[in-house]
């Protein structure tokens, strides 16, 4: 199966402790995107990367998270210091290279990572 | 930012029914989508629209991105079980930051067998 692989599942922090989300997207997709779903919302975008390089992370507050998509290996959320409003499913996200520059929208969604802050 | 107002937030029906569900929003949005999450899972694509006025079919869905560009519905007819899901629509705009998705807050579907 290539699909947009996410690790862990379900991952339960004590507030202060470092939450890490790790993200393989689908193969020959080079743009990452990691959103955030709280419980009866809809999905929010947080960042999206490229190999190497953050070209938007508008979406993520700006302390305590960070993201990161190396030369090899998966995208990293990661969420340090993590307090109770950060439990959540945290979905990453594919998509090709866009043709013509342009992205279409249409992604493939990974399984998401649900976080717990107790 | 922008928001989509998605209606209605639940519906519940009976299977063999038509279903109809739509998205308006204040912003004018390039492309409008269609994605459905089962529980425990992650959203899958169902339907793109890339033309205002645009009506696309995929098997039992159709959908239709409004002339004015600022709305959108989802229609499934002949329902089935398995179609129980929240459907989410979800806007994108061109130019700058076209790469983000702005979703709405989801029609959870129940179907009564």
């Known amino acids: 199966n290539a699909g947009v692989m996410q690790n862990p599942r379900h991952l339960v922090r004590r507030r202060g402790q470092e939450a890490r989300l790790r993200c393989s997207p689908m193969k020959g997709h080079s743009h990452v995107y990691w959103y955030r779903q709280l419980p009866e919302e809809g999905l929010k975008f947080m960042v999206y990367?490229?190999?190497?390089?953050?070209?938007?992370e508008s979406g993520m507050p700006k302390e305590r998270f960070s993201a990161e998509f190396p030369k090899e290996g998966p995208s990293i959320l990661r969420i340090q210091q993590v307090v109770r409003g950060d439990s959540a499913a945290y979905f990453c996200?594919?998509?090709?290279?866009?043709?013509?520059?342009?992205?279409?929208?249409?992604?493939?969604f990974g399984e998401g990572s649900r976080l717990t802050v107790l | 930012g922008q928001q989509l107002n998605q209606s209605p937030q639940s519906m519940f029906i009976q299977e063999g029914e038509d279903v109809s569900m739509n998205c308006t929003s204040s912003s004018i949005f390039n492309t409008w989508l269609w994605y459905k999450q089962d529980p425990g899972e992650g959203p899958v694509l169902l339907i793109a629209?890339?033309?205002?006025?645009e009506l696309t079919s995929n098997g039992r869905l159709t959908a239709q991105f409004g002339i004015t560009r600022k709305d959108s519905f989802l229609n499934i007819s002949a329902s089935i079980p398995s179609d129980v899901g929240i459907y989410f629509c979800a806007g994108q705009l061109s130019g700058a930051g076209s790469y983000q998705l702005t979703f709405g807050k989801g029609t959870k579907l129940s179907v009564i067998p």
């Open positions: 996200a594919s998509s090709p290279p866009a043709g013509g520059g342009q992205n279409t929208g249409e992604l493939f």
């Open positions: 629209l890339y033309k205002a006025g």
């Open positions: 990367l490229q190999k190497e390089n953050i070209i938007d």
